[in-house]
């Protein structure tokens, strides 16, 4: 286990405790009868560091990016394999004329 994924798991538990105060937030506004206008500073302030963590954590984690174009040093899967079962060539583009001689008009 990384660092990032001790962080991640950190801001879960950070949010759960945020859920957490706010439940025991409503219930004590219940007990003395008045009106939830939203939850304390505090738990906010968790949400928003829970987050944040999560989001590091979600980016970090994963491992770097790869690169998607085919020509590209990184791609390492670039060539198709040389099983011809694969390969269907009984598809809607026979119907389509084998040259198309399109020109411009000027």
């Known amino acids: 286990m990384g660092l990032g ?18 439940i025991q937030y409503r219930g004590l506004l219940k007990i003395m009868e008045e009106e939830f206008s939203g939850p304390p500073m505090n738990v906010v302030l968790e949400l928003l560091l ?14 770097n990016f790869l690169s998607i174009h085919p020509d590209s040093e990184e791609n390492r899967i670039v060539s198709l394999s040389a099983n011809l079962d694969f390969m269907i060539f009984n598809h809607r583009a026979k119907a389509f004329p084998l040259e198309v001689d399109m020109k411009l008009k000027h």
């Open 5 to 22: 994924f001790i962080i991640g798991v950190f801001g879960v538990l950070i949010l759960f405790h945020a859920a957490y105060s706010t």
């Open 50 to 63: 829970g987050f944040v963590l999560c989001i590091w954590a979600a980016l970090t984690v994963p491992g």
